[in-house]
């Protein structure tokens, strides 16, 4: 079958329109955004919900990612990624497996059914990391969909995924905060270039492959402009998975953290790879234990 969205291959860039729904099925699956925001996040391919936890909360998952990252066992597995040219750690992988904590956010109905709601079906995680960006040494993450990597290197079939960013510290303009192009979503930009071989090993250090060129970046932030997403810790930012972001390096003494999950349909499972590339780790794209999520509410009751 014809790709229809067909990237890293010889023909070049371009700017394919989107083919798929951003709102599955009207929205009505799960009820947890009102009307307002999921016409938002349809226009926009992102939504910010400030406060939506505590800090009470906030502060018991700083304490279970400091645990995490103190671990020195997790610290020896390749889940554990570390800034380039340095030991600092930059993210560490399949949290919602190494915490039964970041498992039960998963869960937590104020995530899960905005999920659900806006992809139509039930759900299981497709990837989830702790990022980190320490004050002073930060690197940046280049411009990009996650979606085109998915597709290409995991072979995604469907933009049907979204993935949701919990700050667990406060993000300012400062402290190289995520930055979003509204209405990117609605367009896929086919890349350049020829995928080498296990291209996560450099890729989660520094995205060469996979990027945008600049003309259709340009053209994309001409209609949409750039916003920063901006908070304090307790904020989630929801993102469609072919929203176009990016954030820069950290060059203020204030560390930025958060935990990253990516939600995908159950209707939506791994394919192969394109261009025969290998599968990734489970940890980077689960094939073996993509687990219905249940709501933590219903487990409990």
């Known amino acids: 079958m014809n790709d229809i969205y067909p990237s890293r291959t010889d023909r070049g860039s371009a700017i394919i329109a989107r083919q798929d729904p951003v709102i599955y ?11 307002a925001q999921v016409k938002s996040y349809e226009n926009d391919g992102f939504l ?13 998952l700083v304490d279970e990612v400091k645990h995490l990252t103190n671990d020195s066992d997790i610290a020896s597995m390749p889940e554990a990624i570390s800034e380039p040219g340095s030991d600092i750690v930059r993210s560490v ?24 709601q806006i992809l139509g079906s039930e759900v299981y995680i497709h990837q989830s990391r ?6 002073f040494k930060g690197k940046e993450f ?6 085109e990597t998915w597709h290409v290197e995991d072979g995604m079939p469907a933009m049907r995924a979204l993935s949701c960013s919990i700050l667990l510290t406060d993000n300012n303009a400062c402290n190289g905060p995520l930055m979003l192009v509204p209405g990117s979503h609605t367009q896929f930009i086919s890349c350049e270039g020829e995928t080498p071989d296990e291209h996560y090993k450099a890729s989660l250090k520094k995205q060469e492959f996979g990027v945008p060129d600049p003309l259709s ?14 908070g304090a810790a307790g904020t989630v ?40 590339l290998a599968p990734r780790p489970e940890y980077l794209a689960t094939r073996e234990n993509a687990t219905v999520l249940t709501p933590l509410e219903a487990v409990e009751a």
């Not at 910010?48 to 018991?60: G, H």
Request: charged fraction near 20%; aromatic fraction near 12%.
């Open 237 to 276: 930012i929801f993102f469609d998975c072919n929203t176009m972001h990016a954030s820069s390096g950290n060059l203020s003494p204030w560390a930025r953290s958060n935990v990253f999950m990516v939600y995908n349909s159950v209707e939506n499972m791994l394919s192969t790879p394109k261009y025969g």
């Open 25 to 35: 099925g009207d929205g009505q699956y799960a009820q947890a955004l009102d009307t």
């Open 130 to 135: 702790v990022n980190f960006k320490p004050g």
């Open 48 to 60: 910010v919900m400030k406060n939506l936890f505590s800090a009470e909360e906030v502060a018991a």
């Open 93 to 116: 992988f399949r949290v919602h497996d190494l915490s039964e904590r970041i498992n039960e956010l998963a869960r937590d109905p104020r995530l899960l059914d905005v999920a659900r």
């Open 142 to 147: 280049y411009w990009h969909s996650d979606f």
């Open 217 to 230: 970046l340009s053209m994309l932030v001409d209609q949409g402009g750039i916003e920063a997403a901006t």
